[in-house]
């Protein structure tokens, strides 16, 4: 790149997949970015555009003079032009529609439509769809000459002559049938259409469910306007997974190749939220400070109960966290998942309080201490598991992703109930409150 | 159920979809399952089977006769029939391989020689290959007279006689080309076949980037003897970002149907290495509990220190198990990542720090206590970085899952480094040791 040998440069990133080069402009710096793109010019192939991070893509973008981001645009599939028109402003967004062919205008304007996140926002509206009378034969023949097809499908879609979606026949089927079978006869019913104003994520979910390759994506009226292919699906379910990991982990949708500032800026929230609630807990421990002068015992065991309550709680809220995103846990077993939470931090629990209270009759040499701390233990661990199961069902049902703010509630529940049913306890117990 | 009406549950279940046959399983008492399967008779759908927890799974096929498992096995897909397979004893799995047909026996057998988790366990042996010089026509009229097809299929690939791989074919370009056209012209050369002994998870990673719909699996000698097809990588992908979350969470591979007691062993371990890392906390400020007597302020603030290194400790960690586990984090960027980290939990150590600080002297009207636990976070915030990144890199380079262990590592860490710093610090600036 520094040589500007255009020649050579075009000749090795021709070789790359999208993805390569996607990856390949990730790994540069900003200038270096610009450069190679303004070197590649008209070569530059717009689908590695989808395969970079956010940021990277509106600094590119940005760049580019929009006549070159209209052809670009225009060659790519629909789905894949959404998705980097959707980062756009409105107004940049009309400037480069009006510009584009009128078809292809109204095959994205319609996508565009539909809000972000739904299934029609992610389908492709190019597909390939027949009446129900056709043969195999003429199937194969249309297949054969039409030049305007999308780039690859897996399914042909049968509709009526008013578009209204009736079957669908994945092309192993066509090729496996005579020419004079009739498409009717071997299409299937496609019970499992997609509404185009279903959230992504249970279109994903549904799809991977049923193994299905690629789904039609319908409107009200049940009328056939696009297909949701499985690459989407698998990006949907990554980036849905990711997200959960992220949120449970504290941070946001931070990437790889986002600077230090940036970074920064992204966690310090997080850290934040996590102060509030460690002075919280700090608050608590305040109101014993003198019943810890006079057994600094307590001091010392004190985090032990708050961190075990931390660990379970985080357990149940993982398992829960889970089973929501993969649909697994609905209102139907809800009670039944509480009980079984409640029993495991129960025996748990004990489990522990017989551990711990050993540990501190050996270290301290005070039975009475052992006795305190294993019932302080047996209500944080039924406490962490009521908290980790209860606030994600609950920021579920109020339409908050469960994921979220789970983990700092639920460590801050345990950690108050820890210090303060420990302390509490301990300061009645030895009457120094 | 209860009323053992056979027919009108045979029509029921017979409409079911099998993953939804699965869930319906996955939801039933032992005893209601082992009656419902016991009804169905030969007409349960093996391939429920593949869509059921583990423990479910073994409980059913523990249950079906011999003869029952040959005659269901051998109406799968290959892939499907040894992922039931796999979870078998040697002897069973002899057993049944013996009474299978030949070609059938030959096909699992030689999957279920690849290690476990390899692309050679999860491939479909089932696969449709023609010769290079072959015509379009010829191919489709092979497609349309063949019996003995797999179920279906994405890709035709072309082999030469010894069945070395030379490239492969979509169904839709089969479609779309003439009947005169030689199979060699239109197919694509395959330079993303996958070895059979790769990780599956590598090579789900590498069939999720080029998106491939099915790949081709081949020997060390390039010759073609399988498929891995994209639902097989979905479940693996989902799989390993399960995994992840799981780990990071504390909890190991437990399921939303295990019982109380499995669950309670499962989720037993992890919490006593968390009981072990607890302890080693206490004694670190058990070296210090003279000098907490004499300023019980220590007490009450010690636990911001620690929960905030856990906290940042986490945030980087969580990032950079995610970037090992899609390969975003290589040993070509690693230095560069743990120099940004090291950044970040600098300066959110120093935002921090003065933070923390104007809360303890406005709390205590103590300024230095206020300038020791500045000290203290810059420091945990720092290391919490460090051991966010460094514990999981190094995890990876010994060959463990790093996700496994690092999250209870990370915050033993944060909690040692946090508490003895701070303790320390004050101790020696108070002159309270």
Do not use: C
Request: aromatic content about 8%; cysteine-free.
């Amino acid at each position: 790149i520094a040589d500007r040998d255009i020649l050579f440069l075009k000749e090795q990133v021709a070789s790359l997949h999208e993805s390569e080069l996607g990856d390949l402009l990730e790994s540069l710096q900003s200038e270096q970015r610009r450069a190679l793109v303004g070197l590649l010019g008209e070569d530059f192939d717009f689908t590695a555009l989808t395969e970079v991070d956010e940021s990277v893509r509106r600094e590119i973008v940005g760049d580019l003079p929009i006549e070159q981001m209209v052809e670009g645009l225009g060659e790519l599939d629909s789905d894949d032009a959404v998705y980097i028109l959707e980062d756009l402003d409105p107004e940049e967004q009309d400037d480069i529609l009006a510009r584009l062919p009128f078809t292809e205008r109204v095959r994205l304007r319609r996508s565009l439509d539909y809000p972000e996140e739904t299934a029609g926002r992610r389908m492709q509206t190019e597909f390939v769809a027949v009446p129900p009378f056709w043969s195999v034969g003429q199937t194969i023949d249309y297949l054969r000459e039409d030049e305007n097809l999308p780039f690859s499908f897996a399914q042909v879609f049968v509709v009526d002559p008013t578009f209204r979606l009736l079957g669908a026949i994945d092309l192993d089927s066509i090729l496996r049938s005579r020419r004079e079978v009739r498409v009717e006869d071997i299409m299937h019913e496609t019970s499992r259409s997609i509404p185009a104003l279903m959230d992504q994520e249970d279109a994903a979910q549904l799809m991977s469910q049923y193994d299905l390759l690629s789904a039609a994506v319908v409107d009200e009226n049940n009328r056939l306007v696009g297909v949701l292919t499985i690459d989407d699906v698998l990006d949907v379910i990554q980036e849905e997974a990711e997200e959960d990991i992220k949120f449970l982990g504290g941070v946001g949708d931070e990437e790889l190749s986002d600077n230090v500032v940036s970074t920064v800026r992204s966690r310090f929230p997080w850290l934040l939220v996590n102060l509030a609630t460690a002075i919280l807990a700090s608050l608590i421990i305040g109101i014993f400070d003198a019943t810890i002068q006079q057994m600094v015992a307590l001091a010392v065991l004190m985090p032990i109960v708050a961190s075990m309550g931390g660990n379970a709680g985080t357990q149940t809220l993982t398992v829960t966290v889970r089973a929501l995103a993969t649909r697994d846990l609905d209102i139907y077993n809800a009670a039944r998942i509480i009980r079984r939470e409640t029993w495991i931090g129960l025996i748990n629990g004990l489990l522990f309080a017989v551990l711990v209270a050993i540990m501190a009759f050996v270290w301290f040499g005070n039975a009475q201490l052992g006795l305190v701390i294993a019932i302080a233990m047996v209500i944080n661990m039924v406490s962490a598991a009521l908290a980790g199961i209860l606030l994600p069902l609950l920021l579920d049902k109020i339409g908050v992703d469960p994921a979220l703010a789970s983990a700092v509630f639920v460590t801050t529940v345990t950690d108050i109930v820890g210090f303060f049913s420990f302390l509490g306890l301990a300061g009645w117990w030895f009457g120094l409150l």
